[in-house]
């Protein structure tokens, strides 16, 4: 027979027996060991039925392929953009994934995407030996122009973008910045009012601290309200 | 002449006050302070990045490499010069060595992990505080580890072990057996084991024991101050 | 990491009195002092925290011989480390140039020529036998202005000393005993970075403030207002306005941090 050792939802770390027996299964940010299933992560267990698994409170960004990313511009060669996507290797923007637009060969990249130019990219592909490729071409994909990026845990982007979007859609609504998370972890905020940028990026922090607290959405909106008066709350 | 009092009063298989935290270095990627008696060592961790030069990538999996440090004005006598010694460098690689064990990198293909120990003020059982500081520091970093590691230095001194050597035992007259070892706690398997000095089988077997009582009672400490920090 | 946009994007906000994190031009991150933060090694220490900047200094004192022209003088050592574990963009390796300045600079010229110690005093046996005062700082966690943070933590550290026990017959230091004697200081020279950015000047900058960076230049004042140390740093030049004008305000600015020692 089996036996859970934890409960939903509950704050594991590495080493913990999350369940005795062979009626469990590990999921991500666990591993079976003889008849142990153990937890390899600092994370909040999410049980599902048979399924144990780890919503990790602070993980590295593993690129995957359809993920959105931001990214700053490190080399430009004559067919191609080098980005630091916040990963250990840096990610490439071939030539012909550039632009919507055509680019002739033999043109000055550093005409589109400069050194330390952020941009916003796709990533297309991701090899075995974690070559990246990125694409400019989609919407929303484009350089950043002004505006600041402020750096959070990938494992919290999830709850910074919310369920279909809720949870950033109502911080720009309430604070009118314009906001582009990107999955690797990098946020692009910008406002005319510096002021209401500075309450954004401490909403974002918040999130990212307290990720794993239920009731986060009421909590962060209430902070919102308390900082820009609730004229410009959610209707 | 046997040795029935501890120098600090302490029961012979009595550890040191000991105490944790993670998220002391906002920059860095995940750290930790871990103290045990007077000993107070910081960890950093910085990465995954690109490492150079090439030919130390490894093309499998990230590489870890740690770097142990002691603060000039943390020794006991005089000012410990800046810079690495023959000392720090094989407590760097021992440490590497004792964590590896437990550290999945197979994500990071040719990258480096960095983690960076320093001494703030040493007291005895500086790379076992190091190595534990470490360990909590890559789990706060949050690569998947199979399990936490944690580390403390067992002695001999004439017929007793002594748990948790303090420095007035490093110095005890007599001479001594220092024995630091590091281990998963969960299982007891054994990731760094060094000696200096002469035992017999049967002490070591009862030197083993003693550390992996005390590792277990380190464990929970580190288990605490990695959920601390979200139960805040 | 510079970057382009925040960069700009910092230029912009200073243009209208505003700075990323809401702060006024003039006004510092709070600051918090801890002392004998290695109290069992160290014969003095402290750890300044200035936001999220984080610096732990440690005096060490060692007994040797004089130079020969000064026979009946001790001396002050003065060295900063940029450790890696405090920054992404630190590396280990021989002091860069960066930690090299900061220790001359902020560290030693503000000590020295303010003549906060009476060197003389360090005398044991003219000479024969001086006290050397070995200070030591080490940054913790970069988030820009290390130099004031420095600084403070160096002189916090001073304050926090206690000579060892020496025993003039065996020519030893007992580190184990501290004697009640601290190190007398006369001045305490307070260093304040200011940053002109477009033609505003801010004070405390953060690291991203200071990857933005036109001029800099780092006054160090004592009690009267004099100023014992100046290091001009960044890219642009300073006009002789610019430079009465930073005066000014790393001045009043010395006399508000001089008060969190008394």
Known sequence: MGELKVKDKDIVVPGDVLAEGMDFLPAGGAFREGENIIASQVGVVSVNGRLLKLVPLNAKYIPKRGDTVIGKIVEVTNNCWFVDIGYSNHACIPLRDGSMEYIPKGADLTQYYDYNDFVVANITNVSKSKEIDLSMKGPGLRKLSEGRIIKVNSAKVPRIIGKQGSMISMIKQMTDCRIVVGQNGLVWLYDIDPLKEVIAVEAIKKIEERAHIQGLTDEIKMFLESKVGVKNAVQ | MPYNKRFDGRKFDELREISAEVGVIPNADGSAKFKIGKTIAIAAVYGPRVLHPRFLQDPTKGVLRCNYNMMSFSGSGERVRPGPSRRSKEISHITEKALEPVLDLSEFPSAVVDVYIELLQTDAGTRCAGITAAALALADAGFPMKDLISAVAVGRIEDKVVLDVSKEEEDYEGGMADIPIAMLPRTGEITLLQMDGLVTLNELKEVLKSAKKACEQIYKVQKDALRARYLK | ?262
């Open chain 3, 1 to 262: 990491m510079s970057n382009g946009i925040v960069t700009s994007h910092i230029i912009n906000l200073i243009d209208k009195d505003s700075r990323l994190d809401g702060r006024k031009l003039d006004q510092f991150r709070d600051i918090k002092i801890e002392y004998g933060v290695s109290a069992k090694s160290a014969e003095g220490s402290a750890l300044v925290k200035i936001g999220k900047t984080e610096v732990v200094a440690g005096i060490k004192m060692e007994v040797g011989e004089p130079y020969p022209d000064r026979l009946d003088e001790g001396t002050i050592i003065a060295n900063v480390e940029l450790l890696p574990l405090s920054s992404g963009e630190f590396e280990s390796g021989p002091p860069t140039i960066k930690s090299i300045e900061l220790a001359r600079s902020v560290v030693d010229r503000g000590l020295r020529e303010s003549k906060a110690i009476d060197f003389k005093k360090l005398t044991i046996k003219k000479g024969e036998k001086v006290w050397t005062i070995l200070i030591d700082a080490y940054s913790i966690n970069d988030d820009g202005n290390l130099a004031d943070a420095i600084g403070l933590a160096t002189l916090a550290a001073i304050k926090d000393a206690k000579f060892p026990k020496y025993d003039e017959k065996e020519e030893k230091i007992d580190y184990k005993e501290k004697t009640k004697k601290g190190i007398e200081l006369k001045e305490l020279p307070i260093p304040v970075t200011v940053l002109k950015i477009k033609n505003k000047f801010i004070l405390d900058p953060t690291l991203d403030e200071e990857n933005a960076m036109g001029a800099r230049l780092t006054v160090t004042t004592v009690e009267d207002g004099r100023i014992c140390a100046l290091q001009k740093g960044g890219i642009s030049p300073l006009t002789p306005e610019d430079t009465e004008k930073i005066i000014e305000l790393a001045t009043k600015k010395g006399k508000e941090l001089r008060k969190l020692f008394k």
